[in-house]
């Protein structure tokens, strides 16, 4: 009895076996895999990851975008997708998101150097480091970081149309670097601490002289260079503070160090109105505000809804062939739709087809008017 039952308990486990290996062969047969390239497949894949973007799941978008760039070299939305990727960083924002932004842009840049939207990624890599940088009296890494490479999108892109969103970003970020450099001088002031004074005078006076500091720079190396002994070089910053900044609120304080020195007073060479910058009072709100810049929420290709703008696209995009689907793409360019032209004998053919399919339609009004009027009111009595 216990051998024929050790048999039996055997050949059940046995049949169990052979079912579970036949049903797992059967599974790996069904298992598809979503990333094989297949003809259109990267249309819906595109298709699916903007509809996520519109709707804020940027993780989500960013796998899709990245299965098309990844699975499909040769789609003509390889180029959009991996702008979309960069876009969706700079659109998430946040510290973390705004570094893999500018790493996708920089990534951009090398696989289509000769791309109609490169500016566009020099622009947005600056102000993505424009958007993480702090106020005045913080660290100025990202601050330096934006700054070069607004230079050198300056340098770039000085023929196109966003020279004018450059010049407007660098002058923004000079002003905050001229006034952390005037801070800092100040506090060695307090100290007496001149050469210190010097260093940082100078640094705006030859690096930010586009800024509203340049004057009190110029005020403060003269005084330092006159409390270090070197009366000679000092009295050259206060001719051209008087001289270029006649209604600047130090060009009295520098009249006094000429007239001290023996060194005539030049003729002001303008009439400018003192040059605006804050007080005392601005700055501690300048702290709250960081800096007050004004930065571009959009990206190069999508607007701050996660929308693809396709007639900013077809503005910059010159056509190079015809597309096979609606969507434009920028390697390809937009879609050119063509209406066919109408034949004589096409137009003879379509005419009586219009005045058949208006006859029915008299006929029909003056049915109308043959029928009989309901009668109104209750039974027809009251009208």
């Not at 622009?123 to 940088?133: D, V």
């Not at 660290?139 to 934006?146: E, L, R, V």
Request: glycine share 4%.
């Amino acid at each position: 009895m216990k051998q024929k039952r050790l048999f039996l308990v055997l050949l059940v486990s046995l049949l169990t076996a052979l079912v579970l290996l036949s049903g797992c062969g059967k599974g790996k047969e069904k298992v598809k895999n979503d990333n094989v390239a297949t003809p259109g497949r990267d249309k819906e894949l595109y298709e699916q990851a903007s509809e996520k973007l519109r709707k804020g799941r940027f993780d989500e978008s960013r796998l899709l975008f990245n299965v098309i760039v990844s699975t499909y070299p040769d789609s003509e939305y390889l180029s959009l997708s991996k702008l979309a990727i960069a876009d969706s960083y700079y659109l998430e924002g946040g510290s973390s998101n705004l570094e893999q932004a500018v790493a996708q842009y920089r990534d951009f840049v090398q696989y289509f150097p000769t791309h109609p939207r490169i500016c566009d990624c020099y622009l947005k890599m600056a102000e993505s480091y424009m958007r993480q940088m702090g106020a005045y009296n913080r660290d100025m890494s990202k601050a330096n970081q934006a700054y070069r490479q607004l230079k050198s999108a300056q340098q770039k892109c000085s023929g196109t149309e966003l020279k004018a969103q450059v010049d407007s970003n660098l002058d923004q970020v000079i002003q905050v670097m001229a006034l952390h450099e005037v801070d800092v001088a100040e506090t060695y002031l307090r100290r007496a601490a001149w050469k210190s004074v010097e260093l940082r005078a100078t640094e705006v006076i030859e690096k930010y002289r586009s800024s509203t500091f340049l004057d009190y720079a110029l005020w403060l190396k003269g005084t330092a260079l006159i409390e270090q002994e070197q009366p000679e070089e000092a009295a050259s910053l206060f001719t051209e503070l008087v001289r270029d900044n006649p209604n600047s609120e130090w060009a009295p304080e520098a009249k006094k160090y000429l007239e001290a020195l023996g060194k005539p007073i030049p003729a002001p060479a303008n009439n400018n109105p003192a040059p605006p910058r804050p007080g005392r009072i601005d700055r501690i709100r300048l702290i709250f505000g960081q800096n007050n810049l004004v930065i571009r929420k959009s990206g190069v290709m999508i607007d701050r809804k996660g929308r693809i703008d396709r007639k900013e696209e077809e503005k910059t995009v010159a056509p190079q062939s015809d597309a096979p689907n609606d969507f434009s793409s920028v390697r390809s360019g937009p879609r050119r739709v063509t209406e066919p032209q109408q034949t004589p004998e096409a137009t003879a053919t379509q005419a009586p087809t219009a005045t058949n399919s208006a006859q029915p339609a008299a006929k029909s009004e003056d049915a109308k008017a043959k029928e009989p009027k309901k009668k109104k009111g209750l039974f027809g009595i009251f009208k």
